[in-house]
T-cell receptor, first 116, second 110 residues
């Protein structure tokens, strides 16, 4: 089946630094990619939707200047957490959807971010 | 009220048992229903995807949708320890956005 690769799987960074997370669709063209955040024992919270070649659409309450999303190609989207703080520590997950496919079948393996 | 409600569990069953996982939803616009399995520290994996009311079977898994009562279920037959995971239901009206339940943590014990 199709694979979505997310990198890194875990990262520790210092407060105030920026962290970039990559999401790649390995064997299909992802016209739309989604970025989620998940807290322990809680559901996935959609942060933003990105379409290749256009600006991301952010959910209410998500700071677009803090969580920079780039979807420059049909196989790659990146999420950059800028000026990270301990409260940004979380599990970040991407998913990808191909054109004309109704739902997100393919999720990345997630990135555990710890800000110290 | 959350649009998709799901009992977080944890649910513990013996190996071989039939597991019933359930969600309710409130948005009448939801037409598509999914079940995902998520192992600890991993991304979700799509298990089942249904559109209409009724049952859909895939191996040991059966997804059931009752649109009249806004109730969706996932049944796992002959449960195995490898089924131990968090199961997330999700719904969408056909647009971009999926709405997830909180997930039910399942443990299948030997």
């Amino acid at each position: 089946g199709a694979v979505v690769s997310q990198h890194p799987s875990w990262v520790i960074c210092k407060s105030g630094t920026s962290v970039k997370i990559e999401c790649r669709s390995l064997d299909f063209q992802a016209t739309t990619m989604f970025w989620y955040r998940q807290f322990p024992k809680q559901s996935l919270m959609l942060m933003a939707t990105s379409n290749e070649g256009s600006k991301a659409t952010y959910e209410q309450g998500v700071e677009k200047d803090k969580f920079l999303i780039n979807h420059a190609s049909l196989t790659l989207s990146t999420l950059t957490v800028t000026s990270a703080h301990p409260e940004d520590s979380s599990f970040y997950i991407c998913s990808a959807r191909a054109q004309d496919v109704l739902t997100e079948a393919f999720f990345g393996q997630g990135t555990r971010l710890t800000v110290v | 009220q959350k649009e998709v409600e799901q009992d977080p569990g944890p649910l513990s069953v013996p190996e071989g048992a039939i597991v019933s996982l359930n969600c309710t939803y409130s948005n009448s616009a939801f037409q598509y229903f999914m079940w995902y399995r998520q192992y600890s520290r991993k991304g979700p994996e799509l298990l089942m995807y249904t559109y209409s009311s009724g049952n859909k079977e895939d191996g040991r898994f059966t997804a059931q949708v009752d649109k009249s009562s806004k109730y969706i279920s996932l049944f796992i037959r002959d449960s195995q320890p490898s089924d131990s995971a968090t199961y997330l239901c999700a719904s969408t009206g056909g647009g971009n956005k999926l709405t997830f339940g909180t997930g039910t943590q399942l443990k299948v014990e030997l």
